[in-house]
């Protein structure tokens, strides 16, 4: 039995181009509104707000212009309005697409009255599209969460241990938050393949049930780690980047928020520590000073 076989494609396949800059792998164009430009629902979602209204306002005008030159084209069709002007014709699009319906101006000829019922019928389908789309762009969650500047590899517990600090912008809770680590580095493989590889790192305390001020991470780097042995050089001759991955239930919205961020081999000091950031007032309450969230001192000698 023969299958037909099918014809290849003549389109050349997408190039993927990828910016290396201080160990950071970015993908050009990823995340920005105009890489969306063949999905029209992710680029009217990831669009600003500027744009999108102007889309908006730019649909409409154009949309009442094609009905008052299908209106135009049925010559004298709509009571009321003045003989060749293109103006009444195109605001009686405009009360017709709204369902406004004064009643100064009305379809008097079978052509008109299907005119108007094709376009009563996009307004009534562009009207919800519309409302969909703000709503939509309304109701995203987002997290307003902040990771430290830097990452430091410091003992603790007499271990060698990777920490950076996150905190939560919003003073409200975000409930049964996690948090997940990965170390991504350039390796070779036995048959002497080049290959980018994911690791986990594990630690301390990956979850909390409310994450409110500050949570600070820690990673011990025993022989278990895939740190385990490397150094500052080794790090940055290896392209490692750390990505932290934090997700939890906002309260407010009870929706699944998200927050991300990588810190590179630049990113990473060594024997280093951060500044603390809880005091003790003189009447024996604990406060949290944000000012040096992202500060570290260099461990004594």
Not at 76 to 105: E, H, K, W
Not at 237 to 262: F, K, L, M, Y
Request: charged share 20%.
């Amino acid at each position: 039995m023969k299958f037909p076989l099918k014809r290849l494609s003549k389109k050349r396949p997408q190039r993927v181009q990828i910016k290396i800059q201080d160990g950071k792998f970015e993908i050009i164009g990823m995340g920005t509104w105009y890489s969306y430009w063949r999905d029209p629902y992710h680029l009217l979602l990831t669009i600003p707000w500027s744009g999108f209204l102007l889309i908006i306002c730019l649909s409409y005008i154009t949309i009442n212009i094609i009905f008052a030159l299908a209106y135009w084209l049925g010559g004298d069709c709509i009571a009321n309005a003045r003989p060749g002007s293109f103006l009444d014709l195109f605001f009686f699009s405009v009360q017709t697409l709204a369902s406004i319906g004064y009643g100064a101006m009305y379809p008097k000829t079978l052509y008109s009255n299907i005119v108007v019922t094709i376009e009563a019928m996009i307004g009534l389908v562009g009207i919800a599209l519309m409302t969909g789309l703000a709503f939509a762009r309304f109701s995203r969650p987002s997290a307003r969460v902040i990771f430290s500047r830097v990452a430091v590899i410091t003992p603790y517990n007499g271990v060698p241990t990777l920490m950076f600090r996150t905190a939560n912008q919003r003073r409200n809770l975000i409930l049964e938050a996690q948090m997940r680590v990965y170390l991504m580095r350039d390796e070779i493989t036995t048959e002497g393949e080049f290959i980018r590889r994911f690791h986990d790192l594990k630690l301390l305390r990956t979850q909390t049930p409310s994450f409110t001020l500050s949570w600070l991470a820690l990673h011990p780097i025993d022989e278990t780690s895939p740190l385990y042995g490397m150094s500052a050089e080794s790090l940055i001759q290896t392209n490692t980047n750390i990505i932290i991955s934090v997700s939890g239930i906002d309260e407010a919205v009870a929706q699944v928020v998200h927050a991300r961020h990588q810190y590179t081999a630049h990113n990473i000091l060594w024997n280093n520590r951060f500044v603390d950031i809880f005091h003790h007032t003189s009447d024996g309450h604990r406060y949290i000073d944000y000012k040096y969230f992202h500060d570290v001192e260099p461990l004594e000698k």
